[in-house]
């Protein structure tokens, strides 16, 4: 029983990792360095705690196949560095089983988000909450929709990653 709560807490903590993602993302359109290294840091934890057999090399695949096609909408201009790089560690947690569901979810999040930020409310709300400095420039990184309005895509992976941190969480 002892490693069912080190695993669920390993789960809680990329659940808040996810949640201060979100947050760095909607404030400045940066996702820090150490949260996906944080991610990854909290899977080997997982894999020795879980009661569960871990799809770990599911998990790294998955990990890769978004490092790779993440990198190259990066290159493209259509996703922030720190979003692919969240992406890519959040993909190492769904692995095979929950893999759909995480690009699924986020692609789902990231249209209502991008549908939002066209509105005149969405606008205003994301200008609420970030930083003076970037909402005076709104010259951040990051993927844009129209009008070159700039998205804190990590909002929507990290929508997607704490669904997979609560499944993860309840299959001991």
């Not at 201060?20 to 820090?32: C, E, G, H, K």
């Not at 560690?89 to 699924?104: C, K, P, Q, S």
Request: charged share 10%; with cysteine.
């Amino acid at each position: 029983m002892v490693t069912s709560f080190l695993d669920q807490l390993a789960c809680l903590l990329v659940a808040a990792v996810a949640l201060v993602a979100a947050w760095s993302d909607l404030r400045r359109f940066r996702i820090p360095n150490a949260l996906p290294v944080l991610l990854l840091a909290l899977y080997p934890l997982h894999l020795a705690m879980s009661d569960i057999v871990v799809d770990w090399q599911g998990g790294l695949s998955l990990a890769l196949i978004l490092l790779t096609g993440g990198f190259a909408l990066f290159a493209a201009g259509l996703l922030g560095a720190g979003d692919v790089k969240l992406l890519a560690a959040a993909g190492l947690w769904a692995a095979r089983d929950l893999g759909g569901e995480l690009v699924l979810i986020t692609t789902l999040a990231g249209g209502a988000l991008a549908f939002t930020l066209l509105t005149p409310w969405g606008h205003l709300a994301l200008a609420a909450v970030q930083a003076p400095e970037a909402a005076a420039r709104n010259l951040a990184p990051g993927i844009t929709g129209p009008g070159g309005q700039a998205m804190p895509y990590g909002v929507a992976i990290a929508i997607a990653l704490l669904v997979v941190a609560a499944r993860r969480a309840y299959q001991l």
